[in-house]
């Protein structure tokens, strides 16, 4: 039982080029997350979905696009990467609407 | 305004002794209130949670306290040991909360000194 899974682990990229960072959860959860952590501010919320087909926008949404492909499923899309999106992301899942169960091990993106 | 205060921001504490770690938080509405635990180069891991109908609830060492009045909740472990080093951070919320209930605290680096 892998929990939520997050590829890739590390990645570099140069100003305005494009990713997708990939998470998959194999807890049959609802409810899915993309977070961004900065030192000194805490984890910030980028987008969520509360059900298959649905997505909301957190606090930090700019510069990034999501896709929740299934119930499984739920990708972050940089467009044209900046070096502010240089972070640490977590992706989590849950079984309802509250706050996240699990979380994944995070994907460490450096722009430069 | 800050939605989610949490405090202290780091705190070193002798094994044994009780670090006790505080979140205040504004949205009355909230009804679901947890504490993550983490450690460096993993995600966090949910701890430990609260309902506002319980003051306080105890899981191994972990214990939360909860002040509905005062908007607070509060951390409290008991004889700790080195291996609870980590940064630990409060989220209320709860499932009709939205954007809002899916807000962490800026986190707590806590140190247990052998």
């Known amino acids: 039982n892998a929990g939520v899974t997050q590829t890739p682990k590390f990645q570099v990229l140069k100003t305005g080029q494009s990713m997708t960072l990939q998470c998959a959860q194999d807890m049959n959860h609802n409810s899915m997350y993309w977070y961004r952590q900065d030192p000194g501010m805490g984890l910030r919320l980028i987008y969520y979905s509360a059900s298959e087909g649905t997505t909301d926008k957190g606090e930090v949404p700019n510069g990034y696009n999501v896709s929740r492909l299934n119930k499984r499923e739920f990708s972050l899309r940089l467009e044209s990467a900046a070096p502010s999106q240089t972070s640490v992301y977590f992706c989590a899942s849950s079984t309802g609407k509250e706050q996240p169960q699990h979380f994944g091990d995070g994907t460490r993106l450096s722009i430069l | 305004q800050q939605q989610v205060k949490q405090s202290p921001q780091s705190l070193i504490v002798q094994k044994g002794g009780i670090p006790i770690i505080n979140c205040a938080y504004e949205?009355?509405?909230?009804?679901?209130f947890p504490w993550y635990q983490q450690f460096p180069g993993k995600g966090p891991a949910l701890l430990i949670a609260?309902?506002?109908?319980?003051s306080e609830k105890k899981e191994g060492r972990f214990t939360i306290s909860f002040n509905k009045s005062a908007k607070q909740f509060s951390l409290h472990i008991m004889d700790s040991q080195p291996g609870d080093s980590a940064t630990y951070f409060c989220a209320p919320g709860g499932s009709g909360g939205g954007a809002d209930g899916l807000t962490f605290g800026k986190g707590t680096h806590l140190i247990i000194q052998p």
């Open positions: 949205n009355t509405a909230f009804d679901y």
């Open positions: 609260i309902r506002p109908d319980v």
